[in-house]
Protein backbone atom coordinates (compact mmCIF):
# COMPACT_ATOMS: atom_id res chain seq x y z
CA UNK A 1 0.00 0.00 0.00
CA UNK A 2 1.34 3.08 -1.01
CA UNK A 3 1.93 5.53 2.56
CA UNK A 4 1.42 8.70 2.66
CA UNK A 5 2.53 10.72 5.55
CA UNK A 6 -0.07 12.94 7.49
CA UNK A 7 -1.30 14.45 11.39
CA UNK A 8 -3.02 12.06 13.52
CA UNK A 9 -3.50 13.75 17.08
CA UNK A 10 -3.71 17.58 17.58
CA UNK A 11 -2.85 19.09 20.96
CA UNK A 12 -2.51 22.92 22.13
CA UNK A 13 -1.82 24.90 25.08
CA UNK A 14 -2.21 28.67 25.67
CA UNK A 15 -1.15 30.30 28.98
CA UNK A 16 -3.70 31.41 31.18
CA UNK A 17 -3.19 35.04 31.67
CA UNK A 18 -4.69 37.25 29.23
CA UNK A 19 -3.01 40.39 28.42
CA UNK A 20 -5.50 42.82 26.65
CA UNK A 21 -5.24 45.51 24.65
CA UNK A 22 -6.57 48.06 27.56
CA UNK A 23 -4.19 46.92 29.79
CA UNK A 24 -1.17 47.70 27.17
CA UNK A 25 -2.09 51.37 27.28
CA UNK A 26 -1.36 51.10 31.24
CA UNK A 27 2.21 49.67 30.19
CA UNK A 28 3.35 51.45 26.97
CA UNK A 29 2.14 54.22 24.92
CA UNK A 30 -0.59 53.33 23.40
CA UNK A 31 -4.07 52.93 22.61
CA UNK A 32 -6.64 50.13 21.96
CA UNK A 33 -8.05 51.71 18.77
CA UNK A 34 -4.30 51.68 17.76
CA UNK A 35 -3.48 48.31 17.78
CA UNK A 36 -6.96 46.75 16.59
CA UNK A 37 -6.84 48.72 13.57
CA UNK A 38 -3.08 48.15 12.67
CA UNK A 39 -3.05 44.31 13.73
CA UNK A 40 -6.56 43.42 14.03
CA UNK A 41 -5.47 41.94 17.72
CA UNK A 42 -7.47 42.17 20.82
CA UNK A 43 -5.87 40.13 23.54
CA UNK A 44 -2.59 37.60 24.09
CA UNK A 45 -1.47 35.05 26.12
CA UNK A 46 1.53 35.87 28.58
CA UNK A 47 3.06 32.78 30.07
CA UNK A 48 3.23 32.66 34.14
CA UNK A 49 6.84 33.72 35.88
CA UNK A 50 8.33 30.26 35.61
CA UNK A 51 6.76 28.62 33.14
CA UNK A 52 9.20 27.76 30.16
CA UNK A 53 8.82 26.62 26.65
CA UNK A 54 8.87 23.36 27.24
CA UNK A 55 5.88 23.25 30.26
CA UNK A 56 4.01 24.67 27.35
CA UNK A 57 5.38 22.37 24.95
CA UNK A 58 4.31 19.15 26.89
CA UNK A 59 0.78 20.41 27.54
CA UNK A 60 0.38 20.69 23.96
CA UNK A 61 2.20 17.42 23.46
CA UNK A 62 0.30 15.69 25.78
CA UNK A 63 -2.98 16.30 23.82
CA UNK A 64 -1.22 15.68 20.57
CA UNK A 65 -1.22 12.05 22.26
CA UNK A 66 -4.05 11.34 23.87
CA UNK A 67 -6.22 12.30 20.57
CA UNK A 68 -3.95 10.12 17.94
CA UNK A 69 -4.73 7.26 20.94
CA UNK A 70 -1.11 7.07 21.76
CA UNK A 71 0.99 6.85 24.71
CA UNK A 72 4.79 8.84 24.84
CA UNK A 73 6.47 5.10 24.46
CA UNK A 74 5.33 4.85 20.84
CA UNK A 75 6.72 7.70 19.50
CA UNK A 76 9.96 7.45 17.40
CA UNK A 77 10.93 11.12 17.23
CA UNK A 78 10.59 14.92 18.48
CA UNK A 79 10.50 17.70 16.84
CA UNK A 80 10.15 20.92 18.19
CA UNK A 81 10.33 24.04 16.77
CA UNK A 82 11.22 27.51 18.72
CA UNK A 83 13.20 30.45 19.28
CA UNK A 84 12.45 30.68 22.33
CA UNK A 85 13.75 27.44 23.86
CA UNK A 86 14.15 27.11 27.58
CA UNK A 87 17.49 27.87 27.43
CA UNK A 88 20.53 27.48 24.68
CA UNK A 89 21.48 23.83 25.06
CA UNK A 90 19.93 21.36 25.89
CA UNK A 91 17.06 21.34 23.23
CA UNK A 92 13.80 22.01 24.24
CA UNK A 93 12.90 18.94 22.87
CA UNK A 94 15.17 17.04 24.76
CA UNK A 95 13.34 18.63 28.18
CA UNK A 96 9.84 17.77 26.51
CA UNK A 97 10.99 14.01 26.37
CA UNK A 98 11.68 13.50 30.08
CA UNK A 99 8.59 15.56 30.72
CA UNK A 100 5.98 13.15 29.09
CA UNK A 101 7.69 10.17 29.67
CA UNK A 102 9.28 9.60 25.89
CA UNK A 103 12.43 7.82 25.41
CA UNK A 104 12.87 8.31 21.35
CA UNK A 105 15.41 10.91 19.21
CA UNK A 106 14.61 14.56 19.72
CA UNK A 107 15.94 17.97 18.60
CA UNK A 108 14.83 21.38 18.04
CA UNK A 109 14.30 23.21 14.79
CA UNK A 110 14.90 26.80 14.48
CA UNK A 111 12.87 28.75 11.78
CA UNK A 112 10.96 31.32 13.19
CA UNK A 113 7.56 31.47 12.86
CA UNK A 114 7.84 29.09 10.09
CA UNK A 115 9.11 26.57 12.39
CA UNK A 116 5.60 24.36 12.48
CA UNK A 117 5.11 23.73 8.55
CA UNK A 118 8.98 23.48 8.52
CA UNK A 119 9.08 21.05 11.44
CA UNK A 120 5.79 19.20 9.32
CA UNK A 121 8.00 19.12 5.75
CA UNK A 122 10.98 17.33 7.94
CA UNK A 123 8.08 14.78 10.11
CA UNK A 124 6.58 14.02 6.65
CA UNK A 125 9.18 13.27 4.90
CA UNK A 126 10.47 11.15 7.30
CA UNK A 127 7.86 8.83 7.47
CA UNK A 128 7.70 8.64 4.02
CA UNK A 129 11.33 7.47 3.80
CA UNK A 130 10.23 4.98 6.34
CA UNK A 131 12.86 5.62 8.80
CA UNK A 132 10.21 7.16 11.63
CA UNK A 133 6.58 5.38 12.04
CA UNK A 134 4.87 8.31 14.66
CA UNK A 135 6.42 11.56 14.96
CA UNK A 136 5.67 14.08 17.39
CA UNK A 137 6.14 17.99 16.22
CA UNK A 138 5.46 20.80 18.51
CA UNK A 139 5.41 24.87 17.98
CA UNK A 140 6.15 26.24 21.28
CA UNK A 141 7.02 30.00 22.56
CA UNK A 142 7.21 31.96 25.78
CA UNK A 143 8.25 35.55 23.26
CA UNK A 144 7.07 37.42 26.54
CA UNK A 145 10.34 36.87 27.94
CA UNK A 146 12.39 37.88 25.11
CA UNK A 147 10.11 41.71 24.22
CA UNK A 148 11.18 45.28 24.61
CA UNK A 149 7.86 46.47 26.67
CA UNK A 150 8.38 50.01 26.02
CA UNK A 151 8.89 49.19 22.43
CA UNK A 152 4.78 49.98 21.52
CA UNK A 153 5.90 48.63 17.25
CA UNK A 154 6.86 45.14 18.69
CA UNK A 155 5.28 45.01 22.26
CA UNK A 156 1.65 44.70 21.19
CA UNK A 157 1.90 42.35 18.86
CA UNK A 158 3.15 39.05 20.32
CA UNK A 159 2.09 36.43 22.76
CA UNK A 160 3.29 32.84 24.26
CA UNK A 161 1.28 29.41 23.56
CA UNK A 162 2.18 25.99 22.05
CA UNK A 163 1.23 23.48 19.58
CA UNK A 164 1.58 19.93 18.81
CA UNK A 165 0.52 17.32 16.03
CA UNK A 166 1.63 13.41 15.48
CA UNK A 167 2.59 12.76 12.75
CA UNK A 168 1.87 9.23 11.04
CA UNK A 169 1.51 7.16 7.52
CA UNK A 170 -2.42 7.79 7.18
CA UNK A 171 -2.59 5.79 4.41
CA UNK A 172 -3.71 6.65 0.43
CA UNK A 173 -6.15 9.80 -0.79
CA UNK A 174 -5.76 11.79 2.53
CA UNK A 175 -2.75 13.44 4.67
CA UNK A 176 0.08 16.15 3.11
CA UNK A 177 -0.13 16.85 -0.36
CA UNK A 178 3.00 18.69 -0.72
CA UNK A 179 5.26 21.27 0.84
CA UNK A 180 7.10 24.37 0.04
CA UNK A 181 10.22 25.99 2.21
CA UNK A 182 12.09 28.85 1.22
CA UNK A 183 14.41 31.22 3.11
CA UNK A 184 16.64 34.44 2.16
CA UNK A 185 19.86 34.87 4.76
CA UNK A 186 19.96 38.87 2.92
CA UNK A 187 16.92 40.21 5.14
CA UNK A 188 18.08 38.57 8.65
CA UNK A 189 18.51 42.30 9.88
CA UNK A 190 15.13 42.94 9.29
CA UNK A 191 13.52 40.85 12.79
CA UNK A 192 16.14 39.42 15.21
CA UNK A 193 16.86 39.11 18.96
CA UNK A 194 21.11 40.55 18.51
CA UNK A 195 22.34 39.55 21.55
CA UNK A 196 23.10 36.01 23.33
CA UNK A 197 24.69 34.64 21.09
CA UNK A 198 28.27 33.67 19.83
CA UNK A 199 28.16 37.13 17.31
CA UNK A 200 27.48 39.17 20.66
CA UNK A 201 27.32 37.05 24.16
CA UNK A 202 25.69 38.23 26.90
CA UNK A 203 27.23 41.07 28.75
CA UNK A 204 26.18 43.83 31.33
CA UNK A 205 26.40 46.39 28.24
CA UNK A 206 24.01 43.91 26.16
CA UNK A 207 21.67 43.96 29.03
CA UNK A 208 21.64 47.44 29.39
CA UNK A 209 21.05 48.06 25.95
CA UNK A 210 18.12 45.80 25.60
CA UNK A 211 19.62 43.57 22.95
CA UNK A 212 18.29 41.10 24.78
CA UNK A 213 15.02 41.73 23.03
CA UNK A 214 13.02 41.85 19.56
CA UNK A 215 14.06 44.46 17.09
CA UNK A 216 11.60 44.55 14.25
CA UNK A 217 11.47 46.32 10.70
CA UNK A 218 8.07 46.32 10.41
CA UNK A 219 7.17 48.14 7.38
CA UNK A 220 9.64 46.14 5.30
CA UNK A 221 8.76 42.82 6.83
CA UNK A 222 5.28 43.55 6.10
CA UNK A 223 6.18 44.09 2.61
CA UNK A 224 7.92 40.90 2.36
CA UNK A 225 5.79 38.78 4.19
CA UNK A 226 2.60 39.66 1.83
CA UNK A 227 4.51 38.76 -1.53
CA UNK A 228 6.40 35.44 -0.25
CA UNK A 229 3.37 34.10 1.73
CA UNK A 230 1.11 34.89 -1.55
CA UNK A 231 3.86 32.92 -3.61
CA UNK A 232 4.25 30.19 -1.48
CA UNK A 233 0.94 29.61 -1.28
CA UNK A 234 0.47 29.24 -4.82
CA UNK A 235 3.48 26.93 -5.36
CA UNK A 236 2.24 24.45 -3.12
CA UNK A 237 -1.24 24.49 -4.57
CA UNK A 238 0.93 24.11 -7.87
CA UNK A 239 3.03 21.01 -6.31
CA UNK A 240 0.47 19.24 -4.67
CA UNK A 241 -1.46 19.44 -8.34
CA UNK A 242 -4.89 20.55 -7.26
CA UNK A 243 -6.51 24.09 -8.59
CA UNK A 244 -6.86 26.97 -6.17
CA UNK A 245 -10.59 26.27 -5.93
CA UNK A 246 -10.17 23.38 -4.13
CA UNK A 247 -8.74 24.88 -1.56
CA UNK A 248 -11.71 24.45 1.33
CA UNK A 249 -9.37 26.29 4.25
CA UNK A 250 -6.36 28.64 4.28
CA UNK A 251 -4.40 29.02 7.41
CA UNK A 252 -1.95 31.23 7.36
CA UNK A 253 0.72 32.68 10.00
CA UNK A 254 -1.40 35.33 12.45
CA UNK A 255 0.86 38.28 12.77
CA UNK A 256 -1.45 41.23 11.19
CA UNK A 257 -4.63 40.87 9.86
CA UNK A 258 -3.35 43.48 7.30
CA UNK A 259 -0.94 40.87 6.18
CA UNK A 260 -3.62 37.82 6.11
CA UNK A 261 -6.05 40.20 3.83
CA UNK A 262 -3.16 41.28 1.30
CA UNK A 263 -2.22 37.89 1.31
CA UNK A 264 -5.53 36.62 0.66
CA UNK A 265 -6.10 39.21 -2.06
CA UNK A 266 -3.18 38.43 -3.88
CA UNK A 267 -4.07 34.65 -4.08
CA UNK A 268 -7.37 34.97 -4.65
CA UNK A 269 -9.05 33.45 -1.75
CA UNK A 270 -12.09 34.71 -0.43
CA UNK A 271 -11.50 35.66 3.06
CA UNK A 272 -14.87 33.91 3.95
CA UNK A 273 -11.99 30.16 3.38
CA UNK A 274 -9.76 32.11 5.75
CA UNK A 275 -8.87 30.80 9.35
CA UNK A 276 -7.93 33.98 11.75
CA UNK A 277 -7.70 33.48 15.47
CA UNK A 278 -5.10 36.18 15.65
CA UNK A 279 -7.18 38.81 17.59
CA UNK A 280 -7.20 36.33 20.50
CA UNK A 281 -3.69 35.44 20.49
CA UNK A 282 -1.46 38.03 18.62
CA UNK A 283 2.00 36.24 17.03
CA UNK A 284 2.75 33.20 18.79
CA UNK A 285 5.52 32.65 16.22
CA UNK A 286 6.28 29.14 15.53
CA UNK A 287 2.54 28.05 17.38
CA UNK A 288 0.92 30.10 15.80
CA UNK A 289 -0.47 28.00 12.63
CA UNK A 290 -0.61 24.78 14.31
CA UNK A 291 -3.01 26.92 16.98
CA UNK A 292 -4.42 28.17 14.38
CA UNK A 293 -4.84 24.46 12.35
CA UNK A 294 -6.17 23.19 16.28
CA UNK A 295 -9.17 25.63 16.39
CA UNK A 296 -10.20 25.10 13.28
CA UNK A 297 -10.66 21.53 13.32
CA UNK A 298 -12.24 21.84 16.46
CA UNK A 299 -14.44 24.34 15.43
CA UNK A 300 -15.77 22.18 12.79
CA UNK A 301 -13.92 24.38 10.31
CA UNK A 302 -11.91 21.81 8.63
CA UNK A 303 -14.36 18.09 7.95
CA UNK A 304 -12.68 14.40 6.43
CA UNK A 305 -11.86 15.02 2.75
CA UNK A 306 -11.50 18.89 3.00
CA UNK A 307 -8.46 20.41 1.64
CA UNK A 308 -6.17 22.89 3.71
CA UNK A 309 -3.71 24.99 3.07
CA UNK A 310 -0.99 26.51 5.64
CA UNK A 311 1.77 29.23 5.07
CA UNK A 312 4.05 30.66 7.41
CA UNK A 313 6.72 34.01 7.14
CA UNK A 314 9.13 34.55 9.99
CA UNK A 315 12.96 35.99 10.70
CA UNK A 316 15.34 34.38 8.46
CA UNK A 317 13.66 35.09 6.79
CA UNK A 318 11.86 32.13 6.47
CA UNK A 319 8.90 31.07 4.84
CA UNK A 320 6.76 28.03 4.02
CA UNK A 321 3.57 26.18 3.28
CA UNK A 322 2.17 22.92 2.87
CA UNK A 323 -0.95 21.60 1.95
CA UNK A 324 -2.79 19.06 3.14
CA UNK A 325 -6.04 16.66 2.42
CA UNK A 326 -7.87 15.78 5.94
Given at each position: ?????????????????????????????????????????????????????????????????????????????????????????????????????????????????????????????????????????????????FIDWQDRSTCVLFGDGAGAAVVSDVGPDKGILSTYLAADGRYADLLKIPAGGSAMPPSLESVQQKLHTLKMNGSEVFKLAVRNMADAVLKAIALAGISLEKIDLLIPHQANLRIIQAVAERTHVPLSKVFINLDKYGNMSSASTIVALYEAVKSGRIQPGNHIAMVAFGSGLTWASTVMKW
Amino acid sequence: MKRNAGIVGLGCYVPEKILTNLELESIVETTDEWIRTRTGILERRIAAKGQSSSDLASQAAREALKNAGLGASDLDLIIVATISGDMLFPSTACLVQTKIGATCPAFDLAAACSGFPYALAMAGGLVLAGQYKKILIIGSEVLSGFIDWQDRSTCVLFGDGAGAAVVSDVGPDKGILSTYLAADGRYADLLKIPAGGSAMPPSLESVQQKLHTLKMNGSEVFKLAVRNMADAVLKAIALAGISLEKIDLLIPHQANLRIIQAVAERTHVPLSKVFINLDKYGNMSSASTIVALYEAVKSGRIQPGNHIAMVAFGSGLTWASTVMKW
